[in-house]
């Protein structure tokens, strides 16, 4: 087995589906009881039967994460280079049939934003753009690391996947995490939300978090847009790519997030909806599966969400983003890529997270140290 | 006293500065510990701002010397190049030396350990690397110029205490170096044995940083750490499992 997409392969989503919400009671039970837990303690814990033992699953979530990662909370912030897009996505504001004024940021507007968003106190942030290979290529990622690397301590990037050879290129340029987002392990469904462009080939999609371990990126990030298709089976299947990837790629680290689809202008309604008390089950049962793994939470979610989930296995979590490229400084009406939900600014939210007795963490990384 | 290259310590208990809920936190917690050697990872430090939320404002006191850690490089490479941006940075040529290219247990890679030391020794550091409680690494890193030796007691972060010490037995036996006993150190008490097994110190920073109150548990290690030493010093009573009253097998020789 070479690749993720092999072992993918051999599973059917609908008996996987089935098997979770299968689950009973005494299996739960024995998932909690259980230090070493295994991905079919991963689908109890993700089942309806958990629901019941949600105040349990919190507990032994904030004891794990606390016991791993400390009382603090990592601070990184969203930098939009771009909203060209060849894709057409359903659920997404820059979809290629979506009519609004496309944008890649230049240099110069880049070290525009770049000094508001320094100016907030990042350390550590994440480039993000659409698909468009022809003018959002390796080599304007390569000048736009070149651009930011001496202002930054920590590059993360969420942009088309790309070949072995060229994470191969931009990792000596200062990339430390690249996060792909499945967006849905249901093969028929990513088909219906991606009908067009390069994303529309879901295993190419599938098999780039092995090609960025074969690069030996020093971390990936996972996720599933969460209202597309059944919450339960997706983070299932983000939970076995996780158990794959570590086993294969030991010198990667991995985070997940769990996006919540996001109204936009002329939005997809999602098809699943996930209430918060789910959404805190998903994140209590990845951290109860895994305790090393990091787990993200955006500005989707809202500020009651936030403050409180900020205990409860969460281990970083943006604060002030913009999600339309020159929204920091240049451009800050045009149109972004779905509405954030928590508006507060870095410094309230770093206040508020030394309120509830934890330190937020600016910087946790050094650009220095990779060589 | 405990001397490591050419400093002398008069407290025994090494500490971390991660995972606590805040800066002065920390400060108030390393102070109780009355640590003399507290170690900072370099890719926390922000050289650029020193404001009170710097981990480096918070460690500036006389008896506090820092001792930078290479935590997140993977290879001796990265190792000897972060010792040396450690150096001019904090202007200290003390290096403790991480290098574990396994993200999720931690594991020190022996390999690269060793070669790091070797180069790092050449090039005047006084390194303390961080190790599995391998006793032939131990001796190698000895000759490889190392000023101490930290192995492990059981995972880092685990508290799981000394799962190791069969081979810190060892280890500590056949010493020529300190040994520091660094990572899995749960509870005082751990720490206690860790002395009383003849460890020249130990370094605690997740069970102090993580427990209910940072501070007083900070000055409960402070006394284990204490009293392991002296127990230590003052020999231990042998260990036994019954008493010995009569000499049934070599009582004849007086008859």
């Given at each position: 087995m070479n690749k993720f997409s092999d072992l993918f392969h051999t599973l059917s989503w609908e008996e996987t589906k089935s098997s979770i919400y299968s689950k009973t009671a005494s299996d739960v039970e024995l998932a909690l009881s259980n230090?070493?837990?295994?991905l079919e303690d991963f689908k109890a814990l993700i089942s309806p039967a958990a629901a019941l033992y949600l105040e349990q699953m919190a507990g032994l979530s904030q004891q794990l994460t606390t016991k791993r990662f400390g009382k603090v909370i990592q601070l990184y912030v969203p930098l939009y280079?771009?909203?060209?897009?060849?894709n057409i996505c359903t659920y997404c504001g820059f979809s290629y049939d979506n009519q609004v004024r496309r944008k890649t940021l230049s240099a110069v507007e880049i070290m525009q934003e770049v000094a508001v968003i320094k100016k907030m106190g990042y350390e550590h942030i994440l480039l993000v753009t659409g698909e468009a290979n022809q003018t959002v290529h390796v080599d304007y990622f390569k000048k736009v690391l070149a651009l930011i690397r001496p202002h930054f301590s920590q590059i993360s990037m969420e942009v088309q996947p790309l070949d072995l050879e060229q994470y191969q290129q931009l990792i000596p340029y200062g990339l430390n995490t690249v996060l792909v987002y499945q967006?849905?392990?249901?093969r028929e469904d990513y088909k219906k939300h991606h009908p067009k462009g390069k994303k529309s080939n879901f295993d190419y999609r599938l098999d780039t978090p092995d090609r960025l371990g074969q690069a030996g990126i020093h971390k990936i990030g996972l996720g599933v847009l969460i209202g597309l298709e059944d919450w339960r089976a997706d983070s299932f299947f983000t939970a076995l790519h996780l158990n794959y990837l570590e086993k294969r790629y030991w010198q990667s680290k991995y985070s997940i997030s769990f996006p919540r689809l996001r109204p936009f202008s002329g939005g997809l309604e999602p098809k699943v909806v996930m209430s918060d008390r789910e959404l805190l089950q998903l994140i209590c049962a990845y951290r109860l599966f895994n305790g090393e793994v990091e787990l993200s939470l955006s500005t989707r979610e809202s500020p009651t969400f936030r403050n409180h989930v900020m205990k409860l296995g969460i281990t970083a979590m943006s604060a002030g983003s913009k999600t339309n490229p020159g929204g920091y400084a240049v451009e800050p009406e045009s149109l972004e890529q779905f509405e954030i939900s928590d508006e507060r600014s870095p410094q309230e939210i770093a206040k508020v997270i030394k309120e509830q007795g934890y330190e937020p963490v600016w910087k946790d990384w050094d650009n220095n140290l990779t060589i | 006293m405990l001397k490591i290259a050419d400093k002398v310590f008069k407290s025994r208990l090494f500490t971390g500065t991660g995972k606590f809920s805040s800066s002065s936190l920390m400060e108030d917690a390393l102070l109780a510990s009355e640590s003399e050697l507290v170690t900072v990872a370099l890719k926390r430090v922000d050289l650029k701002n020193n404001n009170d939320e710097n981990i480096l404002f918070r460690l500036k006191h006389p008896k506090i010397n820092l001792l930078p850690n290479t935590s997140g490089v993977r290879t001796a490479r990265e190792a000897i190049f972060a010792a040396q941006l450690a150096r001019e940075a904090l202007?200290?040529?003390w290096i403790k030396l991480e290098i574990h290219p396994d993200p999720k247990y931690l594991m020190p890679d022996p390999i690269e350990t060793l070669k790091a030391t070797e180069e790092l020794a050449k090039l005047g550091f006084i390194v303390l690397p961080y190790i599995h409680a391998d006793p032939v690494l131990c001796k190698r890193l000895e000759d490889a110029g190392t000023a101490a030796v930290m192995p492990l007691g059981s995972p880092i972060g685990s508290n799981k205490g000394l799962r190791t010490i069969d081979f810190l037995e060892i280890i500590i036996s056949q010493s020529n170096v300190p040994v520091i006993i660094d990572a899995g150190i749960g509870s005082p008490s751990d720490a206690a044995k860790a002395m009383e097994l003849g460890a020249d110190a130990v370094l605690v920073n997740t069970a102090i940083a993580v427990s209910g109150t940072p501070v007083a548990m900070a000055m409960a290690f402070k006394m284990a750490v204490e009293a392991g030493r002296i127990a230590f010093e003052a020999r231990l009573a042998p260990l036994s499992?019954?008493?010995?009253?009569?000499s049934p097998l070599t009582a004849f020789l007086d008859e």
């Amino acid at each position: 087995m070479n690749k993720f997409s092999d072992l993918f392969h051999t599973l059917s989503w609908e008996e996987t589906k089935s098997s979770i919400y299968s689950k009973t009671a005494s299996d739960v039970e024995l998932a909690l009881s259980n230090q070493n837990r295994t991905l079919e303690d991963f689908k109890a814990l993700i089942s309806p039967a958990a629901a019941l033992y949600l105040e349990q699953m919190a507990g032994l979530s904030q004891q794990l994460t606390t016991k791993r990662f400390g009382k603090v909370i990592q601070l990184y912030v969203p930098l939009y280079l771009s909203n060209e897009c060849n894709n057409i996505c359903t659920y997404c504001g820059f979809s290629y049939d979506n009519q609004v004024r496309r944008k890649t940021l230049s240099a110069v507007e880049i070290m525009q934003e770049v000094a508001v968003i320094k100016k907030m106190g990042y350390e550590h942030i994440l480039l993000v753009t659409g698909e468009a290979n022809q003018t959002v290529h390796v080599d304007y990622f390569k000048k736009v690391l070149a651009l930011i690397r001496p202002h930054f301590s920590q590059i993360s990037m969420e942009v088309q996947p790309l070949d072995l050879e060229q994470y191969q290129q931009l990792i000596p340029y200062g990339l430390n995490t690249v996060l792909v987002y499945q967006e849905t392990y249901h093969r028929e469904d990513y088909k219906k939300h991606h009908p067009k462009g390069k994303k529309s080939n879901f295993d190419y999609r599938l098999d780039t978090p092995d090609r960025l371990g074969q690069a030996g990126i020093h971390k990936i990030g996972l996720g599933v847009l969460i209202g597309l298709e059944d919450w339960r089976a997706d983070s299932f299947f983000t939970a076995l790519h996780l158990n794959y990837l570590e086993k294969r790629y030991w010198q990667s680290k991995y985070s997940i997030s769990f996006p919540r689809l996001r109204p936009f202008s002329g939005g997809l309604e999602p098809k699943v909806v996930m209430s918060d008390r789910e959404l805190l089950q998903l994140i209590c049962a990845y951290r109860l599966f895994n305790g090393e793994v990091e787990l993200s939470l955006s500005t989707r979610e809202s500020p009651t969400f936030r403050n409180h989930v900020m205990k409860l296995g969460i281990t970083a979590m943006s604060a002030g983003s913009k999600t339309n490229p020159g929204g920091y400084a240049v451009e800050p009406e045009s149109l972004e890529q779905f509405e954030i939900s928590d508006e507060r600014s870095p410094q309230e939210i770093a206040k508020v997270i030394k309120e509830q007795g934890y330190e937020p963490v600016w910087k946790d990384w050094d650009n220095n140290l990779t060589i | 006293m405990l001397k490591i290259a050419d400093k002398v310590f008069k407290s025994r208990l090494f500490t971390g500065t991660g995972k606590f809920s805040s800066s002065s936190l920390m400060e108030d917690a390393l102070l109780a510990s009355e640590s003399e050697l507290v170690t900072v990872a370099l890719k926390r430090v922000d050289l650029k701002n020193n404001n009170d939320e710097n981990i480096l404002f918070r460690l500036k006191h006389p008896k506090i010397n820092l001792l930078p850690n290479t935590s997140g490089v993977r290879t001796a490479r990265e190792a000897i190049f972060a010792a040396q941006l450690a150096r001019e940075a904090l202007e200290t040529n003390w290096i403790k030396l991480e290098i574990h290219p396994d993200p999720k247990y931690l594991m020190p890679d022996p390999i690269e350990t060793l070669k790091a030391t070797e180069e790092l020794a050449k090039l005047g550091f006084i390194v303390l690397p961080y190790i599995h409680a391998d006793p032939v690494l131990c001796k190698r890193l000895e000759d490889a110029g190392t000023a101490a030796v930290m192995p492990l007691g059981s995972p880092i972060g685990s508290n799981k205490g000394l799962r190791t010490i069969d081979f810190l037995e060892i280890i500590i036996s056949q010493s020529n170096v300190p040994v520091i006993i660094d990572a899995g150190i749960g509870s005082p008490s751990d720490a206690a044995k860790a002395m009383e097994l003849g460890a020249d110190a130990v370094l605690v920073n997740t069970a102090i940083a993580v427990s209910g109150t940072p501070v007083a548990m900070a000055m409960a290690f402070k006394m284990a750490v204490e009293a392991g030493r002296i127990a230590f010093e003052a020999r231990l009573a042998p260990l036994s499992t019954h008493a010995r009253a009569s000499s049934p097998l070599t009582a004849f020789l007086d008859e």
